[in-house]
């Protein structure tokens, strides 16, 4: 509801093809122009380097430096070196080595040799040099199957790379907003703010609840433009019986307070006590400011989750803006199916992810004895939808991942979605064995693939995959089910 306030940026992409002198040069700056082409049909961000020399290709280790540096002014987040012949190796290694960025390797299919005998690129054989080269300057490297470059299996692997460079991007530059302690009873959502620093470079910035909402009311209490089309964006948007105009004020002061800050401040993600004090300084209830928050982009998770905030946005940069993601918790199984389950929370899922049948309801809390208003109801489409859960404890983090679909199941309250998996019983063991907890976070596609190529290039991080398996991954990054 509203604009994005922290739209997606696409990965700038660092292209350096790159040749070998005893191949052919001139089927090589074809292969070049080929992925030139492709990389603007499929409108990827891209810095070349035809300012290098006359064929625009990497192969003297010399360049390397030149080719870095160029990249750094131009604010390059990946880099793609493909190999348009054999390639070189040491070259390539020492700018991967360098600019230490997500790296992707991959080269065309070579063809047939010529008729009298001669092969023309032999870019399997360098592929295979580079990737010794890589692993010897120890850069991990992301590898997409040596195919045609109308192959589907290269434009997957590609999208599928530049989204796991997103996730790379925002975790390695993660601050996550904390408002308030965690709610009593919630020893779940403890984390370790110190060992986050220490081992992943991520800041906790904290406030205090009665900051955020003091500015909320003084925003509430204001004749600001900004505030009347906050107050008249929900009535637009939901059946707000029962609501009164000031209680409608204050949800938007609210939601307007936090958003301030976090601007201020740069971060991507909050984590929120958003019970029971809120209520008893406020008298409201934070769902609906939250789900309007997330659904523009900003990320706002229930009960003080730092973790949860962490993988909201991952998984958030992995959808590269499609959609928002939501913060469920693993709630029930389905009474009819065995491997149903639902993802529910109080009313904190976005409206931009409502069913197409469903008629969106801001409501007061009917669990909390103080029955403040200001929760969203409505059931969230289906589909494919990928659940992620970053989480460790004993010194261990791993990144929890697995598809699920959506499936039919009876009304509730609050905001929700049924979904089933292949053998519900093996994630619900999975889950158990922990680390993680009830909360996990959606997002609508099949995400998997990225989360775990994003893992790659975080180190302490295990991807923990469980729907697909590690096995099934790999198949989709190799085209195997194409």
Known sequence: ???????????????????RNVFSRE???RQKEILIDRLQKWNVDFV??????????????????KVANHFRSKGVEA???PHCNFGTEDAVGKLAAQMNLPFLLWGPRDAAPEPSGERLRDTQCGLFATSKMLRRLGVPFTYVVNSAPDDPVFERGLRNFLAASAVVREFRNLRIGQISTRP????????????????FGIEVEPISLISICQEAKRIAESQSDELQQ???????????????????????????????????EQLPGIALQCWPALQDELGISACSADAQLTGMGLPVVCETDIHGAITSVMLQAALQGSSPTFFADLTVR?????????????????????????????VHHYILPTRCPGLNEFEVKGGDITLARFDGDHGEYSLFMGHVRGTQGPRTRGTYVWVEVDDWPLWEEHLIRGPYIHHVVGGHGKLAPVLYEACRYIPDLDPDPLSPDEEQIRAIWTGKEL
């Open 1 to 19: 509801m509203g604009n994005s306030t922290w739209s997606f940026r696409p990965i700038r992409l660092g292209f350096a093809p790159t040749r």
């Open 27 to 29: 089927d090589s700056i």
């Open 48 to 65: 070349g380097i035809e300012f290098l020399n006359e064929d625009g290709l990497l192969y003297e280790m010399s360049d390397a430096d």
């Open 79 to 81: 880099l793609f070196c």
């Open 184 to 199: 009593k009873g919630f020893s779940t959502v403890i984390c370790n703010e110190g060992e986050l620093l220490e081992r």
């Open 230 to 264: 906050e107050v008249d964006a929900v009535k637009r948007n939901y059946d707000i019986t029962n609501h009164s105009e000031d209680e409608l004020r204050l949800l938007a002061g609210f939601k307007l307070s936090m958003l301030q800050w976090a601007r201020s």
């Open 334 to 362: 389905h009474a009819d199916n065995d491997n149903g389950e639902l993802l529910w929370h109080c009313g904190v899922f976005p409206i931009e992810l409502m069913a197409e049948q469903a008629r969106p309801k801001m």
